[in-house]
């Protein structure tokens, strides 16, 4: 099924597209260093060869025998052949359409995360659970050696 996709033909697409969509978040100067090391881990341990088990089990655990021959027939069908082919760029558009709106909203979504980070560090609770602990004293109990 997974071959009638034909995701071990599309999975180094896909994983150099998730990493050229990553890398678009770190500054200019740091891009290039960081696409080089993402390709060599990806390559070390995200491979089709590595975790083709990994999804067939999770394509077998979500779909019967029938329904998995049913995806395998649309698939091998042309529109399937089509959409198979069409998958990983609209992932990837997808992927920047979701950036872009982040992006468009970002200073807000840094407020919100400002506000909820400094609440949980203003809060009575911690201030309880640090404060005691920095007014006790030092213990005085004989230390064995």
Do not use: C
Request: a neutral charge; charged letters at 25%; aromatic letters at 8%.
């Amino acid at each position: 099924m997974l071959q009638s996709i034909g995701i071990d033909k599309q999975f180094d697409n896909m994983v150099n597209n998730l990493i050229t969509a990553s890398s678009s978040q770190m500054p200019e100067n740091n891009r290039s260093g960081y696409i080089k090391v993402m390709r060599t881990f990806m390559g070390k341990y995200f491979t089709w060869d590595l975790l083709k088990d990994k999804m067939a089990a999770i394509y077998a655990n979500e779909f019967s025998e029938e329904e998995l021959g049913q995806i395998t027939a649309f698939y091998n069908s042309p529109i399937g052949q089509k959409v198979s082919s069409k998958l990983p760029s609209l992932m990837q558009k997808g992927m920047m359409v979701g950036q872009e709106v982040v992006g468009q909203h970002k200073d807000e979504l840094q407020q919100m995360m400002e506000t909820e980070f400094a609440d949980k560090n203003d809060s009575p609770a911690v201030k309880e659970q640090v404060s005691p602990a920095a007014n006790k004293p030092a213990s005085k109990a004989p230390v064995k050696h």
